[in-house]
């Protein structure tokens, strides 16, 4: 008698279809410094819809106000 599976959650078919259907935004920013300076910074934002779904809320998206590049603070050495 082979063993048999049973999943209790949802499937990894499941996961994608939901985040097809309604859309995931990542946003983040990240900086990296040593003694008060700043070696490394990421700023990122990653979206993921399906076509439909991004089409569908396009025009709200285009409403949005811009944002420009986070700058690093100027700090005067003195």
């Known amino acids: 008698m082979p063993p048999q599976v049973v999943r209790t959650?949802?499937?990894h078919v499941d996961v994608l279809d939901r985040v097809l259907d309604k859309?995931?935004?990542i946003d983040a920013w990240v900086r990296v410094s040593?003694?008060?300076i700043e070696l490394v910074t990421v700023d990122a934002r990653v979206v993921?819809?399906?076509i439909a779904t991004?089409?569908?809320h396009s025009d709200a998206l285009a409403e949005l106000p811009k944002?420009?590049?986070r700058q690093a603070a100027s700090h005067a050495v003195t």
Do not use: T
Request: proline letters at 11%; aromatic letters at 6%; glycine letters at 16%.
């Open 9 to 11: 959650g949802p499937s």
């Open 23 to 25: 859309g995931i935004v």
């Open 34 to 36: 040593l003694v008060g």
């Open 48 to 50: 993921v819809a399906s």
């Open 54 to 56: 991004y089409l569908e």
């Open 67 to 69: 944002q420009a590049p």
